[in-house]
Structure formats: structure tokens, C-alpha cells
């Protein structure tokens, strides 16, 4: 069965457990993007199976890899098994953006009627109050969305200044409002951001350089959408010793501020508004510098205290063309 939505990606659902069991309609609807991690994939699950949460919730499973499909047929398996409850569904185009647009078109499709969306990575494990946390958060704020902090498990035991950099750090730390969420591993939804959002949801000229999530936060801001912070609804994210390395961390700081100004850049509406764009990418130069002697005053490490600096400087780059595709290749994608 395939299913193509006005400008959206096509997802295909691989398989399809709705009818193996009868249940009550999801409160819930997780969506966990998997690429060519079956095993950490399973983990995953296991840790939503493993939920307190006592009303009925379901999964949509995306895998981004058409060719191999290794996420869908362990989620397959699981479900048959009765591990889970959802479906398992592929996303031809790939990409970050596109997976989610075809996770959230799934969701949407089949099953209408649940009100809540969700979102959770396949590199992460769900605490086992996420679910309640999240899900009570959303109704006590009346927020339309909901976000909880994804913290490191660093795979390298010897991770030290890493475990202290940025870029490991939430951007949230006390629960309440805030203006817009940062990224989609850990948070919920109501339905109706995606439903008013219209498709594709997430821009995919943002599926191989990352920020596509935080574009779609500020577009839901700007709808008039509010958002909550919970740091209670925890998800704990293993970090790979691959992503501990001088190289690994500075791309990610240079790609940060590639997205802000990408992100600007597409929202400007008049040659005043880039002008005011490029004039706020000069400052920054400036700024960062500032920002980089402080922090290194107060935490004595010069990878930390560069990372306000490789922002601005990866605006510049930006602005000049370069932008950094760490996810072009299709075995790599952002988390």
C-alpha cells in the first residue's frame, strides 16, 4: 500500500499490525525515524513497550532506507510479537525532513482520529515515565507542543570535555513556556500543528544539512502555536565515540550557525530583510569573539569557549555557499 499526499514524500507501509489485535484508539501516536540501526532500533522500542503509561499508544516506525528496510522488518517482527503496537512504514526520499514528513503523513493517515503526535530517535531510549511525563505536560500547559531533554550516554568512556560541551547540552533546563522547541528527539504535539502547518511539514532543503525540525518549531511559533518545556520527560541519546572527535564537534558547531542563517535567510521577505541578515552575521563575528573570551575565563577549555565563535563563522560560510552537508551521506543521519 502506498500512499502519496498533496506535496509530501511517499511513504510505503511495509507492514501494517493494527488488525492483529483489537485495542482502544491511540491517546498517542509515536513516530521513531530509523535508519540502518535495527538493533539500537529494537532497544528503542523496547524501552516505549517498557512504558508506565496506561493508555493505549501506538507506534509508526519510518525506515529511511528503502533498499535494505532492516528498521522495518525488526519493527515488523516486534509488533507480530506483540512487542509493540503500530505499523512499520518506509520513506523512499532521503533525508532527515523527509522521513519525518513521511512519518507524520503515516501518522495522520491511519490514525486520524488520535489527537497527539510524537516523536522519539532510534538512537535513544525512552526513560520509563517519558510517555506519562510528556503526554500529563501537554495536558496541564494546554501547550501544542511539548518538548523533554535528550541527554548524552557517551559510548566512549573517557568522553570528559565533551561531556560539557554545547552542543551535548539541552537548550532548556526549568520546565515552563518557552518560545520554540530545538529539535524533534524527544516531544509531543497536538495533531493540529501538523494539520494547520499543511504538508511537506518539514522543508527538505534542510534533510542533509540538520535544523529542518527547528525551522518547523519557528514556523509553529509564528502560527501562533506555543510550546512547554518538561525536563521530567527524559530520553537518554547514545552518543557513538565517533561524535567525540575535535573534528566531529566543531562541524556541528560551524553547522549550527549555518542553520540560523539558512533559516532566516528562506523566512526573509525583502532585500532590507536580508540586508539586516547579512549586517547580523557581521556582528555576531564580533560577538562571538566575546562570547568565546568569557567562556573561556569560566571553563578554561578552548574547544568549549570556541564554540560561540565556529557559530558565527559557520554563518559567514553559509552566507558565501558553504554549507556543511554532514548527512549527505546516506548512511548518516542527524540526531
Known amino acids: 500500500m502506498t500512499t ?35 538493533d539500537h532500533l529494537a532497544v528503542t522500542l523496547r524501552s516505549l513497550k517498557a512504558q508506565d503509561y496506561r493508555r ?14 532492516a528498521g522495518a522488518e525488526r519493527a515488523e517482527a516486534m509488533i507480530r510479537a506483540g512487542e509493540i503496537d503500530g505499523v512499520a512504514v518506509v520513506v523512499s526520499q532521503p533525508g532527515h525532513c523527509s522521513a519525518c514528513n513521511g512519518a507524520f503523513a503515516a ?21 520509563p515515565d517519558w510517555l506519562r511525563r510528556i503526554v500529563e505536560a501537554q495536558e496541564r500547559s494546554g501547550a501544542d507542543l511539548v518538548g523533554g531533554p535528550v541527554l548524552p550516554q557517551f559510548e566512549r568512556p573517557d568522553a570528559g570535555r565533551f561531556a560539557n560541551h554545547p552542543v551535548f547540552k539541552p537548550y532548556y533546563i526549568a520546565p515552563g513556556p518557552v518560545r520554540f522547541l530545538y529539535g524533534s528527539g524527544n516531544f509531543v504535539m497536538r495533531a493540529a500543528v501538523l494539520d494547520r502547518l499543511g504538508q511537506p511539514y518539514l522543508d527538505p532543503v534542510f534533510d542533509f544539512v540538520g535544523g529542518g525540525d527547528l525551522d518547523f518549531f519557528k514556523r509553529a511559533r509564528d502560527a501562533g502555536f506555543s510550546a512547554y518545556f518538561e525536563p521530567a520527560a527524559r530520553a537518554v541519546e547514545t552518543v557513538p565515540a565517533s561524535r567525540t ?55 578554561r577549555d578552548l574547544l568549549i569557549a570556541a564554540h560561540p565563535m565556529l557559530e558565527a563563522i559557520g554563518r559567514v560560510t553559509a552566507q558565501a555557499g558553504l ?4 548527512y549527505r551521506h546516506r548512511g548518516a543521519r542527524p540526531s
Open 107 to 127: 501518522a495522520r493517515d491511519l490514525y486520524p482520529g488520535t489527537a497527539l503526535v510524537a516523536m522519539i530517535d532510534d538512537d535513544e531510549i525512552a526513560e
Open 323 to 326: 554549507r556543511p552537508e554532514q
Open 4 to 38: 502519496q499526499r498533496a506535496e509530501a514524500e511517499t511513504y510505503t507501509v511495509a507492514y501494517d499490525g493494527r488488525g492483529a489485535r483489537p485495542s482502544d484508539e491511540p491517546v498517542v501516536v509515536i513516530c521513531v525515524l530509523t535508519l540502518r540501526r535495527p
Open 56 to 69: 493505549p499508544f501506538a507506534c509508526v516506525v519510518a525506515d529511511n532506507d528503502p533498499n535494505g528496510r
Open 245 to 299: 572527535t575535535l573534528r566531529w564537534v566543531i562541524a556541528r558547531s560551524l553547522r549550527y550557525g549555518a542553520i540560523n542563517y539558512m533559516i532566516e535567510h528562506k523566512n526573509a521577505r525583502s532585500p532590507t530583510e536580508r540586508l539586516r541578515i547579512w549586517l547580523k552575521s557581521g556582528a555576531l563575528l564580533g560577538v562571538g569573539l566575546i562570547r568565546a573570551m568569557s567562556r573561556l575565563a569560566t571553563s
